[in-house]
């Protein structure tokens, strides 16, 4: 679905995932989210935390988690994925804190395959993620799922790729800062959710979004994966759609 820019997309993306929280509410039921950090989603999390303060939505029924983090990464450093989501949206709405998951960037790496098992587990119990929402990399990743990253992967360390970092190193202050490792949903926890929305924006996302596309299906680049599932959309600007 091409749109003319980022922020009608982003309006309707994020009027979305309310009626899918209203919905559930209706039911009595637990709405669960997929979400991405990045600069694409901001403008849908700015329109959630306004339809929050101005039209009332409640995230009372709302459990989320989170794509992916830096390993090693502390929760209160400025790059981490926990500080991205407080700002851009948990501070800002109502969703119980207890609800909001995270891979964690802080545990001993014995302890990180325990870990993504259990994130699976938790995914799993609350009958799947309704929606999730993802980005794309240069690489074409989608959450950190690099190059060679297989279709049916689960939630695990990856090692992240040369550009990815050097994308990353702005925030970082230098590559050379940026963490060689994330935890990251895999391709297949992804391929679960019941809906899945791809938003990229801006021309230099267009040749990464053309190959997701129509690209052949590879592993040289994961995003090519969604040509696989029937409940996948890419919401894109005029100019990400521009190659296609
Ligand atoms: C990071 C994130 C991805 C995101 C990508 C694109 O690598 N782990 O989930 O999709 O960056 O970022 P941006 O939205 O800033 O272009």
């Not at 119990?125 to 980005?135: F, H, K, S, V």
């Amino acid at each position: 679905k091409v749109y003319p820019n980022q922020e009608v997309a982003s309006v309707d993306v994020a009027r979305r995932i309310a009626a899918i929280i209203k919905e559930k509410q209706g039911r009595g039921e637990t709405a669960v989210l997929g979400l991405a950090t990045g600069a694409t989603p901001i403008k849908v999390y700015r329109e959630l935390v306004r339809l929050h303060r101005e039209e009332g939505l409640s995230f009372k029924n709302v459990v989320s988690f989170n794509l992916d983090e830096y390993y090693p990464m502390k929760p209160d450093a400025d790059q981490s994925y926990v500080t991205f989501m407080n700002k851009h949206l948990f501070d800002h709405v109502d969703i119980p804190r207890e609800n909001i998951n995270i891979p964690d960037g802080t545990l001993p790496e014995d302890a990180v395959h325990a870990f993504c098992e259990a994130y699976e587990q938790k995914i799993s119990a609350l009958g799947g993620i309704d929606i999730q929402l993802l980005g794309i990399g240069r690489t074409g990743h989608i959450g950190f799922n690099e190059p060679g990253s297989a279709p049916n992967s689960g939630t695990r360390l990856v090692i992240l790729d040369d550009l990815t970092r050097r994308d990353a190193s702005r925030d970082f202050g230098g590559k050379e800062n940026v963490p060689t490792k994330a935890i990251t949903m895999g391709v297949g926890t992804i391929f679960k959710a019941k809906e899945i929305i791809l938003m990229a924006w801006n021309e230099k996302k267009a040749e990464i979004v053309k190959k997701a596309v129509e690209g052949e299906i590879s592993s040289d680049i994961p995003a090519t994966y969604l040509q696989l599932s029937d409940h996948v959309e890419f919401v894109l600007d005029e100019d990400a759609a521009s190659h296609l």
